[in-house]
């Protein structure tokens, strides 16, 4: 079975511009969670998709925004980019019932 | 309001000792609650969750945590630790009864001497 595929692995971008991160869950898993991991932070959640729709969003700008697609797969989009937006961005996907499992992680770098 | 405390920002340990990894939580309500792991550049691995019953959890690679709702605790253990468990160590709590994002602690660096 394959696990939670998240791409890029590494991106760069410059102060201003817009990132796009993507997530595909494991296969019949319907959630997808985003978290952002921060030096010094911990894990900060960012956002919840379940069949299609926003279930939750954690305490971040509006500038934060996604979607997910009718095959469950996400992608996070991060507008007006800004030095501390520098992070390793996770994914995460579960069933119907408990179970989250995570990717590998994107880290973008914002110069 | 919604928290995970791991009070210990590092631990160093030799190998074969016995290893602790302390977390508080404080949570309005019947609280799900998780241990992960992750090595350098690498996602989180769920290493055991409590959701109910046994208060003792077992979990995968020799770790085992127990729930002790009087303390609002679920601490981390393994009785030998091995080089191979250097890594960063998460607690978690999630709502009970459904789906819902966790909230994090600020994980605990695990380094391991020989």
């Known amino acids: 079975e394959a696990g939670v595929t998240q791409s890029p692995t590494h991106l760069i971008k410059t102060r201003g511009q817009q990132a796009t991160l993507r997530c595909s869950p494991i296969?019949?898993?319907?959630?997808v969670y985003w978290y952002q991991q921060a030096l010094g932070l911990g894990l900060q959640f960012l956002l919840w998709?379940?069949?299609?729709?926003?279930?939750n969003r954690g305490n971040f700008p509006p500038r934060f925004s996604g979607r997910q697609f009718p095959n469950y797969s996400s992608e996070l989009n991060v507008n007006a980019l800004e030095l501390e937006d520098s992070a390793l961005y996770l994914c995460?996907?579960?069933?119907?019932?408990?179970?989250?499992?995570f990717g590998s992680g994107t880290r973008l770098t914002v110069v | 309001a919604q928290s995970v405390t791991q009070p210990d920002i590092h631990i160093t340990v030799s190998e074969g000792a016995s290893l602790e990894l302390r977390c508080n939580y404080s949570?309005?309500?019947?609280?799900?609650l998780f241990w992960y792991v992750q090595s350098p550049g690498q996602g989180l691995q769920l290493l055991l969750k409590?959701?109910?019953?046994?208060?003792l959890v077992q979990g995968i690679k020799g770790f085992e945590a127990e729930f002790k709702r009087s303390q609002s605790s679920f601490n981390l253990r393994k009785p030998s630790v091995h080089w191979s468990d250097a890594a960063e160590y998460f607690c978690?709590?999630?709502?009970?009864?459904?789906?819902?994002?966790?909230?994090f602690g600020k994980g605990t660096k695990l380094s391991v001497k020989p």
């Open positions: 978690a709590v999630g709502p009970g009864g459904s789906q819902g994002n966790l909230i």
């Open positions: 995460a996907s579960t069933p119907r019932t408990y179970g989250y499992t």
């Open positions: 998709y379940d069949e299609g729709e926003e279930r």
């Open positions: 409590y959701f109910s019953g046994d208060t």
């Open positions: 949570y309005g309500a019947t609280p799900y």
């Open positions: 296969s019949g898993h319907t959630s």
